[in-house]
């Protein structure tokens, strides 16, 4: 949501007169009522694109707040999945086909990414018998950075999806809420510290 601070330029002095224990509640309810906007949006238009089929994806769209430094409020607008969907979400054990035992949500959209940005078609076997290495760096733990190599063959995954050659057409839902409700959200932003001045200010 960074692009919705530049529609606040003109409210920092009315943001800098709140106390400075106000500042980081207010910070977040004002982000919190412009993810509402977007979230709503992200709604209706993964509804209008016919991606209700479970419900999970739709359900699940929500705003978390992140972690960040003291006087920064950051939320982040997707779809609930895996460990995210919390307790209350129905597990399923699986036996993955190491033998190890594994665990599956109900009705997890975990596929949500992909509907927002399209994906290819892996094929579960390429039909090749070729295969490559792949050269990656990474970093220690002391800071040093080095080369590493892995093998892959062309039926393991990394070389199926490196012959994948048809893909299916991106749905985004995300995306287009803030392109749909960017002023809106900016608006919402704008009421709600206008309130919580005004009570502030309240004899």
Do not use: C
């Not at 409210?11 to 993810?35: C, H, I, N, P, Y």
């Not at 992140?66 to 919390?86: C, F, M, N, S, W």
């Not at 190890?100 to 090749?128: A, L, Q, T």
Request: glycine share 8%; charged share 30%.
């Amino acid at each position: 949501m960074a692009e919705l601070i530049q529609g606040l330029g003109e409210l920092r002095s009315q943001f800098q007169s709140l106390a400075k224990d106000m500042e980081t509640r207010t910070s977040r309810s004002m982000v919190v009522a412009a993810g509402g906007v977007l979230k709503r949006e992200s709604k209706r238009l993964a509804q209008q694109q016919g991606l209700r089929r479970t419900g999970a994806l739709i359900d699940n769209i929500a705003i978390k707040r992140e972690k960040t430094p003291q006087g920064i409020a950051q939320y982040h607008l997707g779809v609930r999945h895996g460990r995210d969907l919390g307790r209350k979400a129905k597990k399923v054990l699986t036996v993955r086909s190491s033998g190890r035992i594994g665990v599956k949500y109900e009705n997890d959209p975990f596929y949500w990414w992909w509907v927002e940005r399209g994906h290819k078609v892996v094929p579960r076997k390429s039909g090749r018998t070729d295969g490559g290495t792949t050269r990656y760096q990474q970093r220690l733990r002391n800071g040093k950075i080095v080369w590493r190599e892995k093998k892959w063959s062309a039926d393991s995954i990394t070389g199926r999806r490196r012959t994948a050659s048809s893909t299916v057409a991106a749905h985004p839902f995300i995306e287009p809420s803030l392109e749909n409700k960017r002023q809106a959200a900016i608006d919402a932003m704008k009421a709600r510290l206008a309130k919580i001045i005004a009570k502030a200010n309240k004899p």
